[in-house]
């Protein structure tokens, strides 16, 4: 027990180091792609003015197909599942029990709870900010996403970070997908692609098209070479009617670090009844994220 509680604290704020890679996930408005896709979502027929070479067919293709994946992800608006959550990096491989609750839009949040007795760390994604909280050693760290300097120059989106978890299509700067925006995809065979700048984008699916397999995110920067973020999806169960991946494993690489991240989602139920906002108690000490992170990417 004392060996489980002692790698606690690094557990409670390791998903953090997802976030630099994220940026591959993310993206502003300002940078949006021009595209010529120029087709219209409902009927298939070309828009005018548009200056794309690519047979119509293979665009009404294209949006039927992405038109199927969005229809097929489950309409429920919260999830909340018990969760083992493995981290594994260099040669540490850890494991404890958890719990993952979302709200669409609100929040996602991670509790880890060891060997299912206490809540020892909570990290949790909101619109406007990052929490993440050490019950251990009563510390913790809460900034808005434009205050931390990794994440406003690299644009992580709250948005693009519940896509992934919600096993969903995104376009980095919008809140929601809609019909226009699939105009914006590039679809071959099982393969949907994107390209926003030096961010390249690819959803894997199945053979109907109905199911997100794995998203690729990857991040060509000049200073710090390229880095990718994989999310791979399996062991669908039926939630909300649609198929909904209970596993979940994120390999996050850069030039210098791989992390593994698994998390197998156990007795998923729709159940939105809780508090959506965590209210941290006066009895707890800011710590700098900053210096977080640091002490994070030094892990062996």
């Not at 958890?98 to 509790?111: A, F, H, P, T, Y």
């Not at 406007?128 to 909280?133: G, H, P, Q, T």
């Not at 961010?199 to 990718?228: F, Q, V």
């Amino acid at each position: 027990m004392n060996t489980t509680i002692s790698y606690l604290r690094r557990l409670s704020i390791v998903a953090l180091i997802a976030m630099p890679i994220l940026a591959a996930s993310c993206g502003s408005k300002k940078n949006a792609i021009d595209n010529n896709k120029g087709v219209d979502v409902t009927t298939g027929a070309t828009k005018t003015g548009n200056t794309g070479t690519a047979p119509a067919t293979k665009k009404i293709d294209n949006t039927a197909a992405l038109a199927k994946v969005v229809a097929n992800q489950p309409s429920e608006k919260a999830l909340v599942a018990s969760i083992d959550f493995n981290l594994k990096t260099g040669k540490k491989d850890i494991t404890v029990s958890g719990k993952l609750s979302m709200k669409k839009d609100e929040v996602v949040r991670i509790q880890l709870t060891p060997l299912g007795l206490m809540e020892a760390g909570r990290l949790e994604f909101t619109k406007d900010s990052v929490l993440i909280m050490d019950r251990i050693h009563k510390q913790f760290l809460k900034s808005s996403y434009d205050k931390v300097s990794f994440l406003k120059n690299n644009g992580i989106d709250f948005y693009a970070l519940q896509a992934l978890f919600w096993n969903q299509l995104f376009v980095p700067g919008e809140k929601a997908m809609n019909k226009s925006l699939l105009n914006k995809y590039d679809v071959q065979g099982k393969d949907i692609t994107l390209q926003q700048g030096k961010m390249n984008y690819l959803w894997k699916t199945d053979d109907g098209a109905e199911r997100i397999l794995s998203a690729l995110a990857t991040y060509n920067s000049t200073n710090h070479g390229k880095s990718k973020l994989g999310w791979d999806y399996d062991d669908f169960k039926t939630f909300g009617g649609k198929p909904f991946p209970a596993k979940h494993a994120i390999t996050i690489s850069t030039e210098a670090k791989t992390l593994n991240v698994n998390i197998t989602l156990k007795s998923m139920k729709a159940d939105s009844d809780w508090e959506t906002t965590t209210k941290v108690s006066g009895k707890f000490k800011p710590v700098n994220l900053e210096d977080v992170i640091a002490k994070i990417l030094n892990i062996q």
